[in-house]
């Protein structure tokens, strides 16, 4: 009795893994194989995660309207634009950002409203006084590097655009 349950107590964890495995290509739906086309040759040598991102990623598409889509294009080109280093800078922003309380992520989206909300000159304006500022603050640093306190004080940067 006990060795003939322990195949079949044993059989749901070792078929649980595949189960649960990102769908193999033959299983995408035809929409989601036209969308991710191009993965095709490699889709069963890809990792598990990138395939379930992948497969996540090409339903949201199916989903969005043709502005969303178009929104989507933008941002996918502005980021593949950027510099590694770039890119890096802003995947350690939205780490920072995650980590904020509810309260001040919605402050910081709140600020980057308001200045978002400012006309184009003055927005333009507070950035080259800010610019200004900090170059005056760094070069005092540089020459006086014991008494950093001296040197002009900057004000809050302008806002970034909040991770979404």
């Known amino acids: 009795m006990k060795a003939t ?6 059989a749901p964890l070792l078929l649980a ?4 495995a990102a769908p193999r290509w033959e299983e995408r739906s035809a929409d989601q194989q036209a969308l991710l086309k191009s993965f ?3 889709w069963e ?3 598990e995660p990138r395939r379930e991102r992948l497969a996540r990623g090409a ?5 969005m309207n043709p502005e969303q889509r178009e929104q ?15 890119r890096e800078r802003l995947l350690q ?8 309380s509810p309260e001040q992520q919605e402050r910081m989206r709140e600020r980057y409203r308001e200045w978002q909300a400012l006309p ?4 333009a304006e507070k950035r080259q006084r800010y610019r200004e500022l900090k170059r005056r603050r760094d070069e005092c640093a540089a020459q006086n590097p014991e008494s950093r306190a001296d040197c002009p004080r900057l004000p809050t940067p302008p806002p970034r655009r909040p991770p979404r």
């Open 5 to 10: 349950l322990g195949p079949i107590l044993l």
């Open 72 to 86: 989507a294009r933008h941002r996918f080109q502005r980021w593949k634009d950027l510099t590694p280093e770039q």
């Open 120 to 123: 184009p000159e003055e927005r």
């Open 59 to 63: 339903e949201r598409w199916s989903r």
């Open 45 to 47: 040598q890809l990792p």
């Open 17 to 20: 893994p595949a189960a649960m």
């Open 93 to 100: 922003r939205r780490e920072q950002f995650r980590k904020l």
């Open 40 to 42: 095709e040759p490699r």
